[in-house]
DNA sequence: AACATTCCTTGCGCTGCAGCAAGCAACCGC
DNA sequence: GCGGTTGCTTGCTGCAGCGCAAGGAATGTT
């Protein structure tokens, strides 16, 4: 308990959310928090649940969904340790737009909706670090609708494994290897395809030796090979 | 001038973003503005130009870009009357990521980074808006991802055009006019597909009857129709 | 150890859509 | 009014990727 607490204040203090704050705010902004653990598989919220929370992930990883009115999934985004997330609740929105679910055991931390209002009224800077965040967020949705829109699967699939490596990859021996439980359909989810194309996709990797691709699991052998993949550089003439 | 001033003033305050504010801080919002007019063509700012001013959008239509490294152009959005954009440049960010320019003549209102910045830390109402706005803008980039990677390209191009003549239509004897020139490469841009689809699709939607479409003109003569195609509503058994 | 469940693979057929090419139509500037 | 420019249409071809179906492999459950 005094144990967990300790675990967040040093590792939190470090983190770009509360960069600039000072040591009182910060023990203001902690004391309000309420710290959850979430096993892996099971939701947070839910898309349409009521907005009353405000959260940051303080560590594992969770998986933002959301479902269309005809039933296709697709995944929003991962949130990693450090990324705060169901911003609704601030600006005041009734219900979540999506899902948040634990990809493996996690820790958050939350707010209640009008308190993180009251934090953000209180603490400019805190409001600000939120703003800047959803800058982040708003650009990050327009490069994926590019992406979406101009790009064909292969570039796609091989951009998500590479921000998968980047957000959430552990070094090991082999290569780089995505630190969490990631099925073919979940790439699909990301890319905008489906299960068997990603699957080929992996499958021909592996075998040109760029990944290893195992049930739920993906490790980066060649970075630099799916980069080229990912980026086509035009032609060097 | 003092009557572009009274235009400003009677206008906005009547806008969202500005709701809530009393007189005196909607004076000094307004006073450390600058109005500027924009011909029909022109860019406000272009992708990658150092994110020095930060807008709202007074009258006209700006069109919202961005070009990915091999040159593929994609429309982001659509600004209308009463929207704030450019908002990097209150997030400290260095440069705009797409390009603003004008569909059709336009004015915006302008205000300097750092009188942005101090303006939304003096008044934390206007900041609230703002995240609010941009929450929005989330969840209005995810749904579009949502769109490109679950719906095929029909469907996708109905949509854009009902929201267009949600967001700029007018009303005309025949049907719902979209007031702006908007050519299929346009709708192209903006549904992730090409000029050759948009004009066969529109080319049988005419010879339905379900709309007129000219040259960068659209007009939708049966909205319930376009919306039967853009939604599948589920077998009714 | 046997079973059910979940996840992955791969052959095959099919089709939605891209993309060229060629021609037409509307608008612009002089 | 003429020539140039820009935007639109449409036939044709090709293929990327979808999605079924059937089987295999890993994992969890009792």
Same mark, same amino acid.
């Given at each position: ?5 300790? @675990? ?9 959310? @509360? ?19 979430? +096993? ?13 929370? @405000? *959260?940051?992930?303080?560590?594992? /990883? ?22 705060? *997330? ?34 953000? +009224?209180?603490?400019?800077? @805190?409001?600000?670090?939120?703003? /800047? ?10 490069? $994926? ?5 101009? +790009? ?6 091989? $951009?998500?494994?590479? /921000?998968?490596? $980047?957000?959430?990859? /552990? $070094? ?39 990944? +290893? ?25």
């Amino acid at each position: 308990m005094s144990n967990e607490n300790r @675990f967040d204040r040093s590792r939190l203090t470090a983190l770009p959310a @509360f960069a600039g704050l000072t040591r009182d705010e910060l023990q203001e902004l902690l004391q309000r928090a309420r710290v959850q653990k979430l +096993e892996k598989g099971t939701a947070l919220f839910e898309q349409g649940d009521e907005a009353n929370r @405000f *959260f940051m992930l303080a560590d594992g /990883r969770l998986k933002v969904t959301q479902v269309t009115p005809d039933g296709h999934q697709v995944v929003v985004r991962y949130i990693g340790p450090g990324d705060m *997330f169901g911003c609704v609740a601030v600006t005041g929105q009734q219900s979540y737009p999506g899902t948040a679910s634990a990809a493996i055991d996690s820790t958050v931390v939350a707010w209640s909706a009008v308190e993180a209002s009251e934090l953000v +009224e209180k603490h400019p800077k @805190f409001g600000a670090h939120i703003l /800047r965040m959803m800058s982040g967020r708003v650009q990050e949705a327009h490069a $994926r609708m590019r992406e979406m829109a101009t +790009e064909r699967v292969e570039r796609r699939v091989a $951009r998500a494994l590479l /921000r998968l490596a $980047r957000e959430a990859g /552990r $070094r090991t021996e082999a290569g780089i290897e995505i630190a969490m439980p990631l099925s073919r359909q979940d790439v699909a989810e990301m890319t905008g395809t489906t299960l068997y194309t990603v699957s080929r996709l992996l499958s021909a990797w592996e075998q040109d030796g760029l990944v +290893e691709a195992g049930r739920q699991r993906v490790v980066i052998i060649k970075p630099h090979a799916l980069v080229k993949i990912a980026e086509d550089l035009p032609d060097p003439k």
